[in-house]
Nanobody
Framework: QVRLVESGGGLAQTGGSLRLSCAAS????????MGWFRQAPGKQRALVAS???????NYGDSVKGRFTISRDNAKNTVYLQMNSLKPEDTAVYYC?????????WGQGTQVTVSS
């Protein structure tokens, strides 16, 4: 079974930074895309960032220029460096991993940004 473990969430002030990590374990197969979606109360789930096994990254419009996604393929781990945080970044962040056409989700981690 595949397990995704997220870490790094918490409380930050406006303009501050947080770094999220997501590690995939329990699979003998290579991970393709990994990334995060986020969901705030009353809003639809939205893509934050994704990255392919080759390192090609995509970002949601609201985080471009502020967030950077990277990965370590040897560790099956993806990182999200979040800079210049805004209150609207407050949400539960869900890591995902695509393995052999299946999507696996992390447990979610709360990110709260205060003014």
């Amino acid at each position: 079974q595949v397990r995704l473990v997220e870490s790094g969430g918490g409380l930050a002030q406006t303009g501050g930074s947080l770094r999220l990590s997501c590690a995939a374990s329990g699979s003998s197969f290579s991970v393709n895309a990994m990334g995060w979606f986020r969901q705030a109360p009353g809003k639809q789930r939205a893509l934050v960032a994704s990255i392919t096994s080759g390192g090609s990254a995509n970002y949601g419009d609201s985080v471009k220029g502020r967030f950077t996604i990277s990965r370590d393929n040897a560790k099956n781990t993806v990182y999200l460096q979040m800079n210049s945080l805004k209150p609207e970044d407050t949400a539960v962040y869900y890591c995902y991993s695509a393995i052999r056409g299946s999507i696996y989700w992390g447990q979610g981690t709360q990110v709260t940004v205060s003014s």
